[in-house]
């Protein structure tokens, strides 16, 4: 059963402050990774998406993927209270079309 | 731009009830089409896609059906609902099967 986990939190920050989420996959042949933010009742928007090793960053994001340790994760420069919301992680499944999401972690920011 | 609508927003039905949900996609041609559910707590669980008009894959045996009447439309059915049919809904589209999936606002379904 391919699965990609998370904490589910509540992962409290103060506002400025830098959050961290972390997910782990365990399809080792997954390439394409995404985060998405979603706002309690609402339907998830995409944040980023990732493809290769290494950082990617837009605005206050960055994304980090570690292949080698099958691990993805989403930092959040100058954290705001609008940040607070559920943090899902998806991978695609090797060989197929299929993306694996996680259960995601809420995130709270502290004003 | 792209959009994808979906209706109604919430539904409240009791079990038994057949069920029909729809979902629409602006803004392109011949979009993979998917339909998820989120059941309150758990991660999102694809229930259905569809690569063109007529064509259906299931992901999951249950009582609930998708079909793909046109291009840019996608329904979710049932026959009959039950308790376990609960949860909040959604339809996403994108442009390739392994391209980036964009969802649409969601039907939150409540079998009483």
């Known amino acids: 059963q391919k699965e990609v986990e998370q904490n589910s939190g509540p992962l409290s920050v103060p506002e400025g402050a830098i959050a961290s989420l ?57 954290s705001q209270p609008s940040d607070s919301a559920t943090y899902l992680c998806a991978g695609d499944t090797s060989g197929t079309y299929k993306y694996i999401f996680g259960t995601g972690t809420r995130l709270k920011v502290l004003a | 731009s792209q959009t994808i609508h979906q209706w ?11 069920l ?14 998917y339909w998820y559910r989120q059941a309150a707590g758990r991660g999102l669980q694809l229930l259905f896609y569809s690569v063109g008009i007529g064509q259906i894959s299931s992901e999951v045996p249950q009582n609930l059906s998708a ?3 046109q291009d840019r439309q996608f329904i979710l059915s049932s026959k009959k609902l039950l308790l376990s049919d609960s949860g909040f809904y959604l339809c996403a589209w994108s442009y390739r099967l392994t391209d980036t999936q964009y969802f649409g606002p969601g039907t939150r379904l409540t079998v009483l």
């Open chain 1, 22 to 78: 972390n997910c782990t996959y365990s399809d080792r042949g997954s390439q394409s990774f995404f985060w998405y933010r979603q706002y309690s009742g609402k339907s998830p928007e995409l944040i980023m998406s990732i493809y290769s090793n290494g950082d990617k960053e837009d605005g206050r994001f960055t994304a980090q993927l570690n292949k080698a340790s099958q691990y993805v994760s989403l930092l959040i420069r100058d």
């Open chain 2, 20 to 33: 029909s949900l729809e979902c629409t996609v602006e803004g392109t041609s011949n979009p993979n089409l």
């Open chain 2, 8 to 18: 109604p927003a919430t539904l409240v039905q009791p079990v038994g009830s057949p």
């Open chain 2, 67 to 69: 079909s793909r009447p």
